[in-house]
């Protein structure tokens, strides 16, 4: 994951990733995962999607990890949440009612820094990731949530004529990730409206 990047998409508001509106595959998906309310679901890479505002209306618990701070704090004054700022560690702790989101590296997120978590809520991060980090952050999120139910996202198409991110993977990726971890369902498949970025054909893809 190159910092810089993602640090300079923020700064100069090349955020075309990020929708006003949350994402539909979420709501008809969400209830698959039949968690009780008050359940705590991480979002990973979250930026300051509206899915997080979606969550928490929907009765639960929300906690993320972002890089770019400055889109913690869009996210924390678009909810109309004046938080406590903490440091852990080597990141910082954005806490209100009901939403702790740390912003750093994840791979600097440890289990005791997270804490229990029931979900996890992936629409972003393995997608942003380049092929070479995919393997370790996949490891990575299994073992700092204690192998908990995920609903994940990602798309699929010719990388060849679109550079990412998102990145295309594989339905065979994700079951190279996470098949000795849990028995994962294709939940929906979808073709891309327009294609992606308007560029090549693709398909979008949620799995639990």
């Given at each position: 994951m190159?910092?810089?990047f ?6 100069e ?149 679109q ?33 992606l ?12």
């Amino acid at each position: 994951m190159d910092r810089e990047f993602w640090l300079q998409r923020w700064q100069e508001r090349r955020i075309g990733f990020h929708t006003g509106e949350p994402n539909p595959l979420l709501i008809r998906n969400f209830p698959k995962l039949k968690l009780p309310e008050d359940s705590r679901v991480f979002v990973p890479l979250c930026g300051k999607t509206v899915d997080i505002n979606w969550l928490l209306m929907n009765a639960c618990r929300v906690v993320g990890v972002e890089l770019a701070e400055q889109a913690v704090r869009e996210l924390f004054d678009e909810l109309n949440l004046k938080p406590e700022i903490s440091t852990v560690a080597d990141l910082h702790k954005y806490s209100a009612a009901d939403i702790d989101i740390f912003t750093g590296d994840i791979f600097h997120l440890t289990p005791d820094m997270l804490g229990s978590v029931d979900a996890i809520y992936d629409r972003a991060a393995l997608v942003a990731l380049p092929d070479g980090m995919r393997a370790r952050y996949a490891q990575h999120l299994v073992h700092i949530t204690g192998n908990a139910p995920q609903l994940l996202i990602t798309f699929e198409y010719d990388q060849n004529r679109q550079q990412g991110p998102p990145f295309s993977v594989s339905a065979g990726q994700v079951r190279e990730f996470y098949a000795s971890q849990y028995t994962i369902e294709l939940c929906e498949s979808l073709e891309v409206p327009g294609g992606l970025k308007g560029v090549c054909p693709a398909k979008e893809f949620v799995w639990r």
